[in-house]
């Protein structure tokens, strides 16, 4: 799409009694709609974002406006008045930092055409496994990891010690390079300088001008206690160094909790599956279950429990990560039948099955009689 083509108004989608905040208010939301770094790699949206800056460039301006109303795009055209500047063609993209600051953050405010602010070094992300007993307690870990550090040589300038970089002679500093196409004006980065406003003349012979070097780092990570699995820790200031003395990125250690033989974890709770021998179920007891903590936990079992259910000990489980108190301990019971009997162990056992009644297992009973029931009728 060309402004050539294209009414101004229209193109804004305003009326042509519009006044400047009706139409700034427009250009705004067409701005954020098109800008080029919210649809990369579209030249259709980068055509219109280019369209609709050179219409707001002209109707925001009184005297463009007045001329542009009276004669349409040849007012501004060789041999007519085209105000400030020669005309619409050429757009003052000067007002668009606010428009960039509102959208992209204050790295593309700044009002026009400043050199390119240092770029800030990579996240990283770090993989560590954990033992669930280590996830109780907490621990410190040092781990070894392998970045982009910041040059000693050059303390991360990219210059040969002694020298200094200068001024690029391409932008005069500026970082950015302007060109005339049509009604547009186009604005790139320095191919001279890559946007920094300056160039390396003595490059430093250790990270060759980049200014940061491979190297492996040594960090003590502190864990604390209650950490899960998806813990996320992160490490400021510890990740890639940016280029050319730019601020570091940050290191995140992302946590990995090992199975544990006895115990599965579910957020604070840990829970585990206790076999019991069928008189312990009959009869009821006490058992001791140790902890995480280096404490036995002692749970009661209720005569006459049966298999799969599960009893609840307050307080006996994961610490609450960044908090206080901890979670609970499930124990969930299981029914052991003795597969080995002596001699004298059956004939007890069977002079116990001549005096039941039925009453003793009243479920078994409800089953059988259900059956009954349902093949009688």
Known sequence: MSSTEVDFYELLGVERTADGATIKSAYRKLAMKYHPDRNPGCAESEARFKAISVAYDCLKDPQKRAA????????????MAGGRGGGAGHADFGDLGDIFETIFGSAFGGGGAGRARPRRGADL?????ISLDDAFHGKNSEIEVEVAASCETCDGTGAKPGTSAKRCGTCGGHGKVRAQQGLFVIERPCPACHG???VLESPCGDCRGEGRVDKLSKLTVEIPPGVDNGTRIRLSGKGEAGPHGAPAGDLYIFIHVAPHPVFQ???TT?????????TTAALGSTIEIPGLDGKAHEIDIPAGIQSGHQLRKRGAGMPVLQGRGRGDLVVEVVV?????????QKELLAEFRETETGEECPESRGFFDRL????SA
């Not at 542009?68 to 041999?79: N, R, S």
């Not at 840990?270 to 069928?278: D, E, K, Q, Y």
């Not at 052991?336 to 004298?344: G, I």
């Not at 009954?372 to 093949?375: L, N, P, Q, R, S």
């Open 68 to 79: 542009y109303d009276q004669y349409g795009h040849e007012a501004f055209t060789q041999g």
């Open 125 to 129: 992300r770090y993989d560590m496994e």
């Open 196 to 198: 920094r406003g300056e």
């Open 265 to 267: 974890r579910e957020g």
């Open 270 to 278: 840990l829970a585990t599956r206790v076999p019991i021998s069928f």
């Open 336 to 344: 052991e039948t003795p597969t080995r009997l002596t001699a004298r």
């Open 372 to 375: 009954k029931d349902v093949f």
